[in-house]
Nanobody, 123 residues
């Protein structure tokens, strides 16, 4: 069993930064690949970034490359998404996801999901 709770969302001006956190329950956090997805109103949920169980390899969508960085601290059972140079088009609900089968860019490959945290970027 795993529960994921996102936090850190909010309102920020374009060009600003936010750091999202995803706190996970369980004692086998390091065995799960983690990912961030986002969904804007009227749009499909899209992949943002993912990190392997080892934490050594990360993946990110083209739309956020160079601006967003995913990381994890297994000692804290937490995954982070550092978001820099935010743009209005980054506005969405951001979801944390976990799966023990490895990383994926496809939302339905992840077994566990958080409730989401709202990120709003104003111009």
């Amino acid at each position: 069993q795993m529960q994921l709770v996102e936090s850190g969302g909010g309102l920020v001006q374009a060009g600003g930064s936010l750091r999202l956190s995803c706190a996970a329950s369980g004692r086998t956090f390091s065995s799960y690949a983690m990912a961030w997805f986002r969904q804007a109103p009227g749009k499909e949920r899209e992949f943002v970034a993912a990190i392997r169980r080892s934490g050594g390899s990360t993946y990110s969508a083209d739309s956020v490359k160079g601006r967003f960085t995913i990381s994890r601290d297994n000692s804290k059972n937490t995954v982070y998404l550092q978001m820099n140079s935010l743009k209005p088009e980054d506005t969405a609900i951001y979801y944390c996801a976990a799966d023990n089968s490895g990383v994926s860019t496809i939302s339905w490959s992840y077994r566990y999901w958080g409730q989401g945290t709202q990120v709003t970027v104003s111009s």
